[in-house]
């Protein structure tokens, strides 16, 4: 990532020129994907205000990321894009750039934000899918008190809201106790 920063500030016209020559096969990709059955495209990312820091969120990735999102609801479809990194500084710029599904967003205590914050500046424009920080089924980052009241509290809030999917933000890691997942299950099953 360094060099990559690096080689953009030091030799910008040769990095956009790259980008320029690999744009045909990103084009050919959002075509086929308008185009195909699929109700939900996911377009893999990994945004964090410290990898695509809003300046260069703006000017690099927020046309590209408008654009596939109007090609998509023109077909009827929706963006899903992965945010699991640091987000405050891009929620705005999350909403500027159209797209539908905000992939395995992490609040706090994962990241700086809070779901609330999250669910307040996506209103209802952007659908949540995560919300569980993956350290909270961890044993030895959480106890399982500290990890039942999230889960109760995350339940009591958005449960039974729109714009929410629960989930585990990006992964369930090895250390993960089956009790905790277990625990999320039977808390859902039991909102049914």
């Not at 040769?14 to 308008?34: F, G, N």
């Not at 260069?56 to 990735?61: A, C, E, S, T």
């Not at 705005?92 to 307040?120: K, N, Q, V």
Request: aromatic residues 12%; negative net charge; glycine residues 4%.
């Amino acid at each position: 990532m360094d060099q990559f920063f690096y080689s953009l500030h030091d030799y910008p016209a040769t990095v956009e020129k790259l980008a320029d020559q690999m744009e045909p096969y990103y084009q050919a990709i959002k075509a086929i994907a308008a185009d195909s059955p699929a109700e939900v495209v996911l377009l893999g990312s990994n945004y964090d205000e410290s990898l695509t820091p809003p300046p260069f969120f703006r000017k690099y990735l927020l046309p590209p990321l408008r654009e596939y999102a109007e090609t998509l609801h023109r077909k009827g479809k929706y963006l899903m894009t992965h945010t699991d990194g640091e987000n405050r500084l891009l929620l705005p710029l999350y909403r500027e750039a159209g797209f539908d599904i905000a992939d395995s967003l992490c609040p706090y205590p994962m990241t700086r934000c809070r779901l609330e914050e999250i669910r307040e500046a996506f209103a209802d424009r952007i659908t949540i899918w995560g919300g569980i920080p993956s350290i909270l089924l961890c044993a030895d980052k959480a106890s399982f008190g500290e990890f039942k009241q999230f889960i109760d509290d995350v339940l009591m809030r958005y449960g039974h809201q729109s714009h929410f999917v629960l989930g585990v933000s990006d992964m369930v890691t090895a250390d993960a106790e089956w009790d905790r997942v277990r625990y999320i299950a039977d808390k859902v099953a039991s909102l049914a």
